[in-house]
């Protein structure tokens, strides 16, 4: 069956960096898309970044020039390295596949 598992995630001061990992198993992983959402305390869960099979990528709007997805299909791993960091940006951070359940996330604090 497919899971994910997220990691990467903790507590940074704004204007600081992370790293969030997705690693998959189960999965074709080169066959599939990525994304990763994110939610924050009362507000619904929003796309924020997403990668195609062959590369291609998009990003909401709010984190263009600061969030950065990537993948590895040999390491089956799917990445979003986070630069400039605000306060808004706190949420848990859940990487997802249209073929496989969600995860359980990794929280993310932004905060001094």
């Known amino acids: 069956q497919v899971q994910l598992v997220e990691s990467g995630g903790g507590l940074v001061q704004p204007g600081g960096s992370l790293r969030l990992s997705c690693a998959a198993s189960?999965?074709?992983?080169?066959?599939?898309?990525f994304f990763w959402y994110r939610q924050a305390p009362d507000k619904e869960r929003e796309l924020v970044a997403t990668?195609?099979?062959?590369?291609?990528?998009n990003y909401v709007h709010s984190v263009k020039g600061r969030f950065t997805i990537s993948r590895d299909n040999a390491k089956k791993m799917v990445y979003l390295q986070m630069n400039s960091l605000k306060p808004e940006d706190t949420a848990v951070y859940y990487c997802?596949?249209?073929?496989?359940?969600w995860g359980q996330g990794t929280q993310v604090t932004v905060s001094s």
């Open positions: 997802k596949t249209s073929a496989g359940p």
């Open positions: 189960g999965i074709n992983f080169s066959a599939y898309a």
């Open positions: 990668i195609t099979s062959g590369g291609s990528t």
